[in-house]
């Protein structure tokens, strides 16, 4: 069973930038599409953008578009959101999540091995 671990969330002021890392244990790593998504609550969860095992990245949400970037380091087995010029409406729960590949396209599957989440808050 994998295990996901998000990590790098935090306070910023509008304008910053965080880089959040999610690090996978337990089965290897480069069998899993990848995906960060996030949720505020009392809202559905957002998917900010998958990755496929070769990296390819699929589309990201319009919301982050231009601004973050998804990236996947298979030999750390670790997936990474660089998130810049972060703006209020991007506080939420942040995470990661994985599936094991099976055929097909990342960003068309049920994601259901999730990490904690990790708190991004941006506020001035």
């Known amino acids: 069973q994998v295990v996901l671990v998000e990590s790098g969330g935090g306070s910023v002021q509008p304008g910053g930038s965080l880089r959040l890392s999610c690090s996978v244990s337990?089965?290897?790593?480069?069998?899993?599409?990848l995906g960060w998504f996030r949720q505020v609550q009392g809202r559905e969860r957002e998917k900010i953008t998958t990755?496929?095992?070769?990296?390819?990245?699929?589309s990201y949400a319009d919301s982050v578009k231009g601004r973050f970037t998804i990236s996947r380091d298979n030999a750390k087995n670790t997936l990474y959101l660089q998130m810049n010029n972060l703006e209020p409406e991007d506080t939420a729960m942040y995470y990661c999540?994985?599936?094991?590949?099976?055929?097909?396209?990342?960003?068309?599957?049920?994601?259901?091995?999730w990490g904690q989440g990790t708190q991004v808050t941006v506020s001035s």
């Open positions: 337990g089965d290897d790593a480069s069998s899993y599409c």
């Open positions: 990755v496929s095992i070769t990296g390819h990245i699929n």
């Open positions: 999540a994985a599936e094991r590949y099976s055929g097909g396209f990342c960003r068309d599957y049920e994601y259901n091995n």
